[in-house]
């Protein structure tokens, strides 16, 4: 099957995701079943990230992608959050990383997967920096809204921490004054 069937096909699948997953999923299918293809291949980790919920296909999809062509810019701005939602920061860092020594990446989206591994991580100030630098990036109005948006979130967060903090040692102090009687006295 020539390269150029599997791009027509592809874009065909790309075109159908939005409405139609079932046929997506099919003119994929038969991209994979021929040649390796990095975009088909995003696109199924996609699926199966977003919608199938199966993480563990969702990565080797993802990687496979990477390893087909790792100048394939799209893997870079999914595959990052797919370790976030199962816990592997250290990967996604390193996901992160690669994306940013490529030039055509949009630095933005790639600052935003990175704030939201430190907000798991209860690294507020790090989230906070790594957000404004999104919007710093930021080529449309839409995403520097939505990141304004972000960091509303994440600083009412780092209140939420701070009265809770307060709370607990407000809680240790009465605690300590209460004694109980046993029925043994």
């Known amino acids: 099957m020539s390269t150029y069937t599997n791009d027509i096909v592809f874009i065909q699948a790309l075109d159908s995701?939005?409405?139609d997953l079932e046929q997506c999923v099919q003119k994929l299918q038969y991209i994979l079943g021929g040649n390796d293809h990095a975009g088909a291949n995003y696109l199924m980790g996609k699926i199966y990230h977003e919608h199938a919920h199966d993480y563990e296909k969702a990565r080797e999809y993802y990687h496979r992608a990477l390893c087909i062509d790792h100048e394939y810019v799209e893997t870079y701005y999914f595959y990052p959050y797919l370790l976030i939602d199962i816990c592997d920061y250290n990967e996604a860092e390193h996901v992160l990383e690669v994306g940013f020594s490529l030039p055509q990446t949009d630095k933005a989206?790639?600052?935003?997967?990175k704030?939201?591994?430190h907000e798991k991580l209860e690294e507020f100030k790090e989230a906070k920096a790594n957000l404004?630098?999104?919007k710093k990036c930021a080529m449309n109005n839409n995403f520097r809204y939505f990141i304004d948006g972000q960091l509303q979130r994440v600083y009412?967060?780092?209140k939420v921490g701070k009265k809770s903090k307060k709370k607990k040692s407000k809680r240790?102090?009465?605690?300590t004054n209460v004694?109980?009687?046993s029925m043994l006295d």
């Not at 989206?109 to 997967?113: D, K």
């Not at 240790?172 to 605690?175: E, F, G, L």
């Open 17 to 19: 995701y939005s409405y």
């Open 109 to 113: 989206r790639l600052y935003h997967a």
């Open 115 to 117: 704030a939201m591994i």
């Open 132 to 134: 404004k630098a999104a």
């Open 156 to 158: 009412e967060k780092t």
């Open 172 to 175: 240790k102090n009465k605690t």
């Open 179 to 181: 004694k109980f009687n």
